[in-house]
């Protein structure tokens, strides 16, 4: 089997409702989405979300690496022989959401080849995920009112709050709000997406204490490496290394160095294959992951549910999966469904993710 084409589709679709956070905001999924033909007719998809508040990739950007640097190297070679796409990725620094969107089409489409579920292929641990919504930027009666919205209709019973305002007033109230009005028995953490110094960060902790947080990601940069690392010996909850964990080695040197002490796992940025080296590194280490989200359409989401329901660890806690909902539409042809605050896995061959043709001919933005 022979790796034939790559493309890397751009396409736009709004949000209706924008998602506001400390490192930036989004009001349209201006993704890529990555298709790899091979000469047997079969493809592999998967989404790119690009964020260059974050990892400095744009759609253009994800779009020229892997149609202009990637696919001449990867076409000829059997999409079974990962290591070798992998080994041509490697020699292009940085890109994660490029490469790890390039390995979960590789996955759909060794899936789709086998006939087998990329769930079962990866682990086959469980077939749904509990689902955690995560909260933007808001006022805390608006913060309140979604929570208990989507609590009512989806079920959901576990939520990230977006932080790292100032003044911290802002997050505290929105801390205290939330508890107050959701009770004891929903789950509630932090993302203060570099927002805030690791100080500011210990003082919200201070002034939460009692409310049953569960965990607090990047409160700070990491390269604050000395405050940081007070910060998480002190910090009563573990400290969530996010976006300065993108690759195996950044999680290896964060937790070795005390930046943080538990993993968020992301499909869209680290792939099936990275993803899978990060989780070893976690569970060797005993160290907590969560399974994070890009802020994903309903395709990304679909690969965040296969990597996180095919293992046990990653299905202990919530997976972060509902942004899709405030999109105004999505590719996927058959919706993903949220019953009792989880979903499922789709038992088809690959990942799942077909893609509706006509909504692509609409949305995407080359043509
Ligand atoms: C998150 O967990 O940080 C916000 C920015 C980004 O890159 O991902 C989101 C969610
Ligand atoms: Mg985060």
Redesign the pocket.
């Known amino acids: 089997m022979k790796i034939t084409g790559i493309e890397a589709i751009p396409y736009a679709i709004p949000y209706h409702h924008p ?1 506001k ?1 400390a ?2 905001a989004v009001d349209t999924a201006d993704h890529v989405l990555v298709r790899i033909h091979t000469d047997e007719g079969i493809t592999g998809v998967a989404d790119a979300p690009p ?1 260059p ?3 400095g990739e744009t759609q253009v950007s994800i779009k020229n690496i892997v149609e202009e640097v990637f696919a001449p190297q990867v076409i000829g070679l059997d999409p079974f022989d990962r290591e070798k796409v992998h080994a041509v990725m490697r020699r292009t620094i940085n890109n994660q959401v490029a490469k790890g969107t390039v390995d979960i089409a590789l996955w759909d489409l060794a899936g789709r080849t086998l006939g087998r579920p990329v769930h079962q292929l990866l682990g086959g641990w469980t077939d749904s995920m509990r689902v955690s919504h ?1 909260l933007g930027f808001k006022p805390a009666q608006e913060l309140l009112d979604e929570a208990l919205r989507f609590g009512e209709e989806y079920g959901i019973t576990t939520f ?1 709050l ?1 932080v790292g305002r100032r003044p911290l007033s802002l997050d505290i109230e929105a801390c205290h709000v939330l508890r107050e009005g959701l009770g004891a028995d929903v789950e509630l953490y932090l ?1 203060a ?1 570099r927002g805030w110094t690791a100080n500011e960060a210990m003082q919200v902790l201070q002034q939460t204490d009692g409310l049953g947080l569960t965990l607090l ?2 409160p700070c940069d990491a390269k604050e490496a000395m405050s940081r690392r007070r910060l998480v010996e002190k910090s009563p909850i573990p400290v969530v290394g ?2 300065s964990v993108p690759t195996a080695g950044d999680a290896s040197r964060e937790l070795l160095s005390g930046g943080c002490n538990a993993i ?1 796992i ?1 499909t869209a940025r680290s792939g099936f294959t990275e993803a899978t080296e990060i989780l070893g590194l976690c569970t060797g280490l005993g160290v907590d992951v969560t399974m ?4 994903d359409t309903q395709v990304g989401s679909l690969a965040t549910v296969t990597f996180g329901a095919a293992h046990e660890a990653t299905s202990r806690r919530a997976g ?1 999966l509902s942004n899709f909902l405030d999109m105004s539409d999505d590719l996927l042809a058959e919706p993903i469904a949220i019953a009792n605050g989880r979903i499922s896995v789709r038992d088809v061959p690959g990942v799942g993710a077909e893609i509706d043709g006509e909504k692509l001919s609409r949305y995407r933005t080359d043509r």
């Open positions: 998602l956070f490192s930036g964020r508040y974050t990892y995560m990230k977006k993302d997406n990601e990047e996010d976006e968020c992301k994070g989200n890009q802020i972060e």
